[in-house]
Nanobody, 121 residues
Framework: QVQLVESGGGLVQAGGSLRLSCAASGSIFSINHMGWYRQAPGKQRELVAEITSGGSTRYSDSVKGRFTISRDNAKNTVYLQMNSLKPDDTAVYYC???????????????WGQGTQVTVSS
């Protein structure tokens, strides 16, 4: 099995910062893309940022210049540094990973359980 565990969410005032972490563990050969998504109440889950194993990154327009995604391949961990937070950033944040595993014949996408981020005005 493969598990992704997020941490670092919480309550912060507008303009503040938070750092999310997501560690993958279990039967893993390697991980290609890792990413962060978020889902606010009544809205669809949306991509926030993603990063390849080589370090290439992509961000949604709403977080460009404020959020930074990074990863530690040796630890199978992805991070999301969130600065200048706004109330509109309030959501449950999920990480995901494209996993190559000895327990599967083809790569699959694993998801974390989510961590709540609340930004007060």
């Amino acid at each position: 099995q493969v598990q992704l565990v997020e941490s670092g969410g919480g309550l912060v005032q507008a303009g503040g910062s938070l750092r999310l972490s997501c560690a993958a563990s279990g039967s893993i050969f390697s991980i290609n893309h890792m990413g962060w998504y978020r889902q606010a109440p009544g809205k669809q889950r949306e991509l926030v940022a993603e990063i390849t194993s080589g370090g290439s990154t992509r961000y949604s327009d709403s977080v460009k210049g404020r959020f930074t995604i990074s990863r530690d391949n040796a630890k199978n961990t992805v991070y999301l540094q969130m600065n200048s937070l706004k109330p509109d950033d309030t959501a449950v944040y999920y990480c995901n990973a494209d996993v190559y595993s000895p327990i599967a014949t083809r790569p699959f996408v694993a998801w974390g359980q989510g961590t709540q981020v609340t930004v007060s005005s």
